[in-house]
């Protein structure tokens, strides 16, 4: 065991300003310096100190998720096509067409308004519940540990760390016991750095700060403490985390968003520059050409998307806390969507969780009351208070055997560890002689047993077949003058028998698993559990098992050949904590989206591993601190909820997407035709915004659309192609109708400029919103898949209104006129004839399978490190 220690403090705390240093500088200094140079002590800071250097270096963030109005109205306007518009109506106001100008800048306010407010509100629920995530580290604050949040740390506090932590500053390390850290989110490098005291050259490259811990790390092994030396953007990862940028990352799907927006402007361009040059060549004025074109610019773009989005996610943390999951950032609930492999430990998921003792057998499998002594003698605490589940109903199992324990005086102990995974006690029987007593897992203490009894391994066999969890138990007797006990001492020891226990597979589970093939996730079990009883559970709840690995098979396997074979199987038994962050760490290297599920100490390397790591409410702090997702209770089939919610969410999003894109994109190519072949403007500028403003506002109850189950059976990602298919082949369908709706006004009803206008608005506003119910599904409509009562109403709402507006009293100043009863009737047949044609048309694309084909996302180390970032985040301005 590597032990070292930098010297003793030779500075007192002070109240003067000290200022940090970088990583770099401390390394080169000794403990002593480092301490001097912060005016600090190893017992820590004052907590007036403390509050004093916080208000003087900032918190200890490097992401802010504050809901700024501003911000987000900054948000609605950036956009250039509006401003132009905007820009033009007041030109237009000027220059004598004050009622058009008025009009298109009052539905204009609307819309931002609209879309303004619904993002707030989805930004307000964001930071409410980033809010409400605390991650915490362990600090010296007058002498005495105490837990503090690390946005709260400042130079100068004394920090402990402990395995599976994340380092929550950069700290110049005063003490440490086999001290290791994952450092690839800062150098790329996968293999643990170990650490010590030692002061490195001045100037040694990052990756050589071998005294330093450092903010973002993982701590791999061992523990130490440190006092903090630089935070924030200080600090190595604070740097490059804030040259990501300030705020919360963006979705994978508001990343989307931006590169379809790219698609749409191009679009919108050449129609609006085809549409300003036909109207000029036509000998219309300029303002009026360039307001209709601008317009159009504006109706092609769906605007309230980003509204749509966030209120999808917001929405949908609120429905996935009803479901007892609690996500940490919104940005998780498209992990847990994505998700299509699932590991996760066996006990307490897979089984109930609660393990009773069975029996004491010896080596021949007969009952053995001295196995059942022995097993008490090697428990880690007395009576089993606090230890591990095993011991616990070891003792509640003890009967009279508890008071032949107390007999025994313990002078020793070797807890347990997963390399040597067995632990042994050292007793002075009541015959004053010495023993060392040693219980674990069958495989690491026959090993040190020279000649196992006969028998033995049948029984371990029969056992085993049984689902039974075994801890074999074996002795050696030794001096009682034993000074000093180590693994070396854990030899020739003389088999005993074994200890029986039995966790009972849970009878959920199976139900459990069949909903996540269901959804396309492939479960794998890591366990440290004996290979013959995982494979016994997994038989029980029929998961069909592609093979197993043991953690002897993981390390002789090179990442190339492990990646291959972790693919294929189903478990992994015997498996140590850095094996299990190894695999998922290969698997997410496939393209996989890997999720971890895990409780313990131990469970906290692949938790950090994972695209998603997920954790249960009654797990360990260092486990839950490391979890993306929490569930309220550790089942299978709430984690199936989350996915399901995930994925619900990206179906009706792209449902506006799709909707939005294909249905504008024809209306707006009908008015680029119509504008070249009439004598006036198909529609006003004004009328084209308001169409477009009643429309997105019935879209914005999409996000509490049915989804069907087909939708939910695999992740889906932004598939630019994909949409630009489906826009070009479903708009040009809406152009037809609208082109049969110019016909049916003018040879039918010999519509003038306002008639014509009215009847184009209330036919496309129809056609263009209750396609929603054709495009949301990939069945028959209402009869087998029957939208949510909220868009149902929405969508009949707008319709509604899009009727009553040419005979409502604004209808004069918005350029409408009342249409004939007979337009009506032809409305309705025409509606019911796109809306079947559009039915038939849905059939014949989803027919090609590259329509349906799907993009595997790869997530790099950008990624990585804003997910790590995502913890040093607090409401108010970073330093």
Request: hydrophobic residues 45%.
């Amino acid at each position: 065991m590597r032990t070292s220690d930098g010297g003793r403090p030779v500075a007192p705390v002070t109240t003067a300003g000290k200022g940090g240093l970088t990583a770099g500088e401390a390394a080169a200094l000794s403990v002593p310096e480092v301490l001097d140079r912060l005016g600090v002590t190893r017992e820590g800071l004052s907590g007036g100190e403390a509050v004093r250097r916080l208000a003087l270096h900032g918190p200890n963030a490097v992401r802010a998720h504050h809901a700024r109005a501003l911000r987000v109205l900054g948000r609605q306007l950036r956009n250039a096509v509006l401003i132009l518009l905007a820009v033009t109506a007041l030109a237009a106001f000027f220059l004598g067409d004050a009622a058009d100008a008025v009009i298109i800048g009052v539905i204009l306010v609307a819309s931002v308004g609209l879309g303004f407010v619904n993002e707030y509100r989805a930004e307000r629920a964001a930071q409410a519940l980033h809010s409400q995530v605390r991650h915490t580290a362990v600090v010296l604050r007058d002498g005495l540990p105490a837990e503090v949040d690390v946005t709260a740390l400042v130079p100068g506090d004394v920090v402990r760390l402990a395995l599976g932590g994340i380092v929550p500053a950069d700290l110049r390390l005063l003490d440490v016991n086999d001290l290791e850290c994952d450092e690839s989110v800062l150098t790329g490098e996968s293999l643990p750095v170990g650490k010590s005291t030692d002061p490195v050259p001045s100037g040694t490259a990052l990756a050589g700060l071998e005294c330093c811990a450092l903010m973002g790390t993982v701590v791999r092994a061992g523990r130490g403490g440190g006092v903090v030396v630089a935070t924030g953007g200080r600090a190595e990862f604070g740097r490059i985390a804030l040259g990501l940028g300030e705020r919360q990352p963006e979705t994978d799907f508001q990343a989307g968003l931006r590169r379809f927006s790219v698609l749409l402007l191009q679009v919108a361009i050449a129609l609006t520059s085809l549409i300003l040059v036909t109207n000029l060549l036509l000998h219309r004025p300029l303002i009026e050409s360039l307001l209709f074109s601008l317009a159009i610019a504006v109706g092609i773009t769906p605007q309230l998307l980003p509204a749509v989005v966030s209120t999808s996610l917001a929405a949908g943390s609120r429905r996935l806390a009803g479901l007892k999951v609690l996500v940490k950032r919104l940005v998780c609930i498209e992990d847990l969507g994505d998700m299509d492999i699932l590991v996760t430990d066996k006990t307490g998921t897979l089984t109930e969780g609660r393990i009773d003792f069975l029996t004491a057998l010896g080596p021949a499998g007969d009952d053995s009351d001295r196995v059942l002594l022995l097993g008490l003698l090697a428990t880690e605490t007395p009576e089993g208070t606090g230890g591990n589940p095993m011991d616990a109903a070891l003792w509640r199992a003890a009967g009279p055997r508890a008071e032949s324990a107390g007999e025994y005086t313990r002078l020793g102990l070797l807890p347990f560890d997963h390399e040597r995974r067995m632990t042994t006690a050292f007793v002075r029987t009541p015959g004053g002689d010495g023993l060392l007593v040693t219980k674990g897992a069958p495989e690491a203490v026959l090993d040190r047993c020279p000649a196992p009894p006969q028998g033995a391994a049948e029984t371990l066999r029969a056992r085993f077949a049984e689902g039974g969890r075994v801890v074999a138990v074996a002795t050696r007797r030794v001096g009682a003058d034993l000074t000093e006990l180590g693994p070396a001492d854990e030899r020739d020891l003389t088999l005993e028998g074994f200890l029986v226990f039995l966790d009972r597979p849970k009878q959920a589970a199976a139900r459990s698993l069949r909903r996540l093939a269901e959804l396309g996730v492939t479960v794998k079990i890591a366990t440290g559990d004996n290979p013959v009883v995982a494979e016994k559970v997994c038989a029980d709840l029929g998961l069909t098992s592609g093979g197993t690995l043991t953690g002897e098979q993981v390390a002789a396997l090179d990442d190339e050949a492990l990646t291959g074979a972790a693919e294929k199987a189903t478990i992994f038994a015997r498996v140590s904590p850095e094996q299990k962050a190894r695999i998922v760490r290969l698997l997410r290297g496939r393209g996989r989206a890997v999720g971890f599920l895990g409780d313990g100490v131990n469970d906290a390397l692949a938790l950090h591993a994972a695209d998603v790591g997920v954790s249960v409410d009654t797990a360990t702090d260092v486990a839950k601190d490391a979890a993306d997702v929490v569930l309220l209770e550790k089942d299978l089939g709430v984690l199936a909820d989350g996915v399901a919610e995930g994925r619900r969410i990206f179906a009706n999003t792209i449902k506006y997407v799709l909707m939005g894109t294909s249905s504008n994109f024809g209306n707006m190519f009908s008015a680029a035709a119509a504008s070249a072949v009439l004598s006036f403007l198909p529609m006003l500028p004004g009328q084209i915004l308001l169409n477009n403003l009643l429309y997105d506002a019935g879209q914005l109850s999409i996000p509490t659309d049915r989804v069907d189950p087909e939708q939910l059976r695999a992740p889906s990602h932004w598939d630019i192609a994909f949409i630009r298919r489906f826009m070009l082949f479903f708009g040009p369908i809406s152009s037809l109708f609208d082109f049969l709706t110019f016909a049916v006004m003018l040879g039918v009803f010999h519509a003038g400029p306002e008639l014509f206008r009215s009847g184009w608005f209330v036919e496309s506003l129809a056609t263009q919103t209750l396609i929603i119910f054709v495009i949301r599904t990939r069945r028959v409509p209402f009869l087998r898949s029957r939208p949510s009562l909220p868009l149902l109403a929405s969508a009949l709402g707008v319709v509604a209104i899009g009727v009553a507006l040419p005979f409502s009293p604004l209808a004069p100043a918005l350029g409408f006129t009342a249409p004939p009863p007979a337009f009506f009737l032809a409305l309705a047949a025409m509606t019911v004839a796109y809306l079947v044609l559009v039915e038939l048309a849905k059939k014949a694309f989803y027919a090609f399978p590259e329509a349906g084909g799907r993009a595997v996302r790869r997530r790099g180390h950008r990624h990585r490190v804003q997910r790590r970032a995502a913890r040093f985040s607090h409401t108010g301005p970073l330093p």
